[in-house]
């Protein structure tokens, strides 16, 4: 018999149980244990309750299906914070979920529903979360502008898309005197899972496959956003924090990553380097990912590689995940050091 066979034939004996009765059944290490019962978890066949000490195990059939917290309110006046209290209660998440989880999943609601209370021009949003036996997950709904269409408008892009470009990189807002814009760039780093549809485009951070992917949906009004956290999350606010805004910058925001490919996979003009290169000026690392871009022209090389970081000395560029095309052009563009 498997050690997953093992685990779910125990359990539907003894009913719900903790890792040590369960490690010490199958003989077996703490981390061997939670790499077979965390695969039950993602089957869906194994729930996890509790935090900590406190984390049992149960057969998923063997627990009622959790109901989803749901409210629907008005958007004056309203404290993010308060309806994530409420909901946290509702849930009782300070046992269902781990204490980076716990802190992940916080950080990243009520950082959404913030946007979608001051930015949105909607009067209404809704909020719907619901605890997985692996993940929590949340829907906030709002009916306004769109989170694209509004930075488009009020800072003088020229299509959604190219909001899109800018909103990934971090410090795009439309308040700056109230918000950094460094909401969603962090939101999209800590969750499991952060997905943005607002109109035809949707954008979806993933940490499982390390991507963002863009794609083109069918109209949706207002902005829709979607968060998943594994309730075992490892992500540490503090050490995400601690990597995009460290020490040696003064603990400013001032590290981008930004995704080339949000552009195209093709690049050759010099125009479209200066698409990807603005407002690039308001960090002083920035890391140019050329992960399944396929070649870029002498023009677009040369803009981002010799004129702008000759005109921005203080902003380094690196970059990763360049094909051997790619690092060719680079190579070329960048000046010899003499």
Known sequence: MSTPETI?????????????????????SRQAFNVHV????DEGK???????RNTRYS????????KPYRGEFFTGGLDENQVYQRMALSLNLSHALNSNAAAVFQYVFTEMLNNAIDHSDSRKVNVSTILEAGS?????????IGVFSSLAQKLGFPDEHDALLQLVKGKATTMPEAHSGEGIFF????ASTLILRSHRIQVEWSQKFGDVFVSNRHYVKGTHVQIEVRRDSRTRLEDLFSEFAPQEFDYQF????????LLGTRYISRSEARRLLLNLEKFRLVELDFKTVESVGQGFADEVFR???????DVIIRTVNVSPAVGAMIRHAKPVST
């Open 8 to 28: 779910t034939k125990f359990l539907r004996l003894n009913g719900s149980s903790g890792s040590k009765e369960l490690c010490a059944h199958l003989g077996i």
């Open 38 to 41: 965390n695969r039950l978890i």
């Open 46 to 52: 194994v729930v996890r309750t509790g935090a900590t």
């Open 59 to 66: 057969l998923s059939g063997d627990l009622p299906r959790p």
């Open 136 to 144: 929590i997950k949340s829907e906030i709904k709002d009916y306004g």
């Open 187 to 190: 939101s999209s780093k800590a």
């Open 254 to 261: 001032s590290r981008s990553q930004v995704h080339v490919k």
């Open 307 to 313: 004129v702008y970081a000759n005109a921005h000395p």
